[in-house]
């Protein structure tokens, strides 16, 4: 295999070509621990906001198709440096190449689907109980939209809310995870070229790197009506609090702690491929990573044998070499709950398989086979470790899937109608999404993202998540010469 350059160094040289260079002194990367390039934090956030606030009051009266030809430009230039910026991914997260490139590839998804929406924000209009009125609900812009994203995918989500955010006239304000933030600044300057090229209002989007603090004011400040928030869900407690103090609207996408029912008649084949993918890929660390499996009785030993086989060669490296799935966690710490959720697996009588630590920030993702669902299993651990758990009849599957605090993705692996039909019912899976047939991970971005109870209830990205980020405004007119009153009324003067 070829020598690859350090991280860091390539990194920067990219950067170059993306014509965007940082001086060096960054955060050490996840592949190799080599430094990143330096994106220093934001001096004044107070400044950005004013920034945002004064091209929020030119852009909510740009044409919203008009907006959205912005979008489609900004998608075109994502598609021209979709190998160097999904490279810049892949270094700075530790996610192996296909999957970086597949993050750009989400952000000109999301462009195209907002670019068409932008012809399409319809309202409604209502009949009127009063004669000679008309009664009708229009959705205006909002105003600054502050985007709070994680490390785990450093600019898709984002895109999600930015290209939506924008087309519905909003400005908008980016707060990136202090573990990501060179693709964040990569992803904006090329924003911002191509917002001055159409002519947008200056100061459009602000990039406000940063950490804690920085959230922290954008929570606070009553010029931002909507605070997009992903991440944890001690982060996501805090920002909701915040951002309800002053009566603001938080969108959020916290944890999640996906399950897959394994039923018995199952294709094993297609279960192997989707549960690997699912608990192992980007090395655990997506919120819809399947980090629970619910098993029939009559399928376990079958699959955790195959499953067993399937991770023991699972390519573990270098996320940059071909042919790599599986690159490192994030950092140390990462790698440290990892190690420290196995041992309280092993403590509670677990059966681990897998997970240890190689070098670096590098380990091997764990199966865990468990006696129940304890509190651990119920936790979000953010690391490739899959806890197994066994099931006797399909009421006690489903009242295990639900039974953590957390609502976001969830699965179903059987050829039987009627527990397919069932998981997809009321009282089946409780989260915002659920798949037959298929692992947890990877949503499409035309469909709502999100889910419930912990997880913090927004949606975001297609379907008609876009109404989070505008005003709804209930329109009535009298076109006659008198005047009716609702509820019949009687008036005289
Ligand atoms: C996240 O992990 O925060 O469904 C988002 C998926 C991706 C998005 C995950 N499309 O896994």
């Not at 993705?409 to 409780?430: K, V, Y």
Request: net charge negative; proline share 6%; with cysteine.
């Amino acid at each position: 295999m070829t020598q690859l350059p350090a991280a860091g160094a390539e990194a920067a040289a990219l950067l170059e070509t993306l014509g965007c260079p940082l001086a060096p002194g960054g955060r050490p990367s996840p592949i190799d621990g080599s430094a990143m390039p330096l994106v220093p934090d934001a001096a004044d956030v107070d400044a950005a906001i004013a920034r945002a606030a004064a091209a929020f009051a030119e852009w909510r009266s740009v044409p919203a198709p008009v907006r959205g030809a912005l979008v489609r430009r900004f998608g075109d230039a994502l598609r021209e440096q979709r190998e160097p910026l999904g490279r810049l991914v892949a270094i700075e997260t530790g996610k192996p190449l296909s999957e970086g490139v597949g993050e750009v590839q989400e952000m000109i998804d999301i462009c195209e689907f907002a670019t068409g929406l932008s012809r399409q924000l319809y309202g409604l209009t209502i009949a009127s109980e009063r004669p000679e009125h008309h009664m009708r609900e229009m959705w205006h812009p909002l105003g600054p939209v502050a985007i709070i994203s994680a490390f785990n995918f450093p600019v898709a989500v984002w895109a999600w809310n930015a290209a939506i955010a924008l087309v519905c006239g909003d400005s908008v304000i980016w707060k990136p995870s202090e573990k990501t933030p060179v693709t964040a600044h990569a992803v904006h300057a090329l924003f911002d070229r191509v917002a001055a090229e159409c002519g947008a209002p200056a100061g459009l989007s602000q990039l406000v790197p940063g950490g804690r603090d920085t959230g922290a004011v954008l929570a606070a400040d009553p010029r931002i009506p909507l605070v997009s928030a992903t991440g944890s869900v001690p982060m996501g407690r805090a920002v909701a609090q915040a951002v309800a103090a002053r009566l603001g609207r938080s969108l959020l996408e916290l944890g999640g702690n996906a399950a897959t029912i394994v039923a018995p008649s199952a294709d094993l084949d297609l279960a192997v491929r989707a549960i690997a993918f699912g608990a192992a890929g980007t090395t655990g660390q997506r919120c819809t990573t399947m980090r629970r499996l619910i098993v029939h009785e009559s399928v376990c030993d079958a699959l955790l044998a195959r499953l067993k086989r399937a991770y023991a060669s699972l390519p573990i490296g270098d996320p940059r070499a071909p042919g790599m799935l599986v690159g490192p966690l994030i950092d140390g710490d990462a790698v440290s709950a990892m190690a420290t959720a196995l041992e309280r697996a092993r403590a509670e009588g677990g059966t681990v398989t897998g997970g240890e630590h190689l070098y670096g920030n590098y380990v091997r993702p764990a199966l865990a086979e468990m006696p129940g669902q304890s509190d651990l299993v119920r936790e979000e651990t953010f690391a490739p470790i899959l806890y197994v758990l066994r099931y006797s009849d399909f009421a006690e599957a489903i009242a295990l899937q639900r039974d953590v605090p957390q609502g976001l993705s969830s699965s179903i692996l059987t050829n039987d109608l009627r527990e397919a039909e069932a998981f997809l019912s009321a009282t089946g899976s409780d989260c915002g999404i659920a798949n037959v047939n298929m692992g947890t991970s990877g949503a499409e971005i035309g469909g709502a993202f999100g889910g419930e109870k912990e997880t913090g209830g927004g949606r975001e990205s297609g379907s008609d998540a876009w109404k989070a980020y505008m005003r709804r405004q209930t329109q009535n007119v009298n076109f006659g010469r008198s005047l009716p009153l609702a509820q019949g009324v009687e008036f005289e003067v």
